[in-house]
């Protein structure tokens, strides 16, 4: 007799946002343990599972954005488990992406393609990436 065990892990160490990465969640107990459930804050993800008193479960990501960052839970029970203490494990995942800068200015008068001394000129620069990026102008 066991109580149920989980552990919980990603098979990347870096996420870049438009990759995939995988969580698998491995639980183990006898009696066999409930099927996991994961979760991010309030939103379950769909888990596939193999196994019986040992079931290895995954969760595949793809198209990530920054929206996937946050904390995963992979929790389970089994008849000799606390109701209210089902064993968990939980991963931090942090969706990074490269730096992208983009430049604009205020359309020129009249089509032209220069300005004159005098035209007026805005200048926005916008910029995305994570971890904050700093440059100067």
């Known amino acids: 007799v066991k109580p149920s065990t989980t552990v919980l892990s990603v098979n990347k160490d870096i996420i870049q946002k438009g990759s995939s990465f995988t969580l698998t969640c491995v639980v183990e107990g006898y009696p066999q343990p409930e099927t ?14 193999s196994g019986v008193n040992i079931k290895t479960c995954i969760a595949g990501f793809s198209n990530v954005d920054y929206s996937y960052s946050g904390q995963y839970t992979c929790s389970t029970k089994n008849t000799i488990s606390s109701q209210d203490k089902p064993s968990s494990a939980t991963l931090q995942i942090n969706v990074y992406s490269q730096t992208d800068v983009t430049m604009t200015t205020t359309p020129l008068p009249g089509g032209r393609t220069y300005y004159l001394t005098g035209d007026p000129l805005t200048i926005t620069c916008s910029v995305e990436g994570v971890p904050r990026s700093s440059f100067t102008f």
């Open 36 to 49: 996991p459930t994961l979760r991010r804050g309030n939103t379950p993800f769909t888990l596939s599972c």
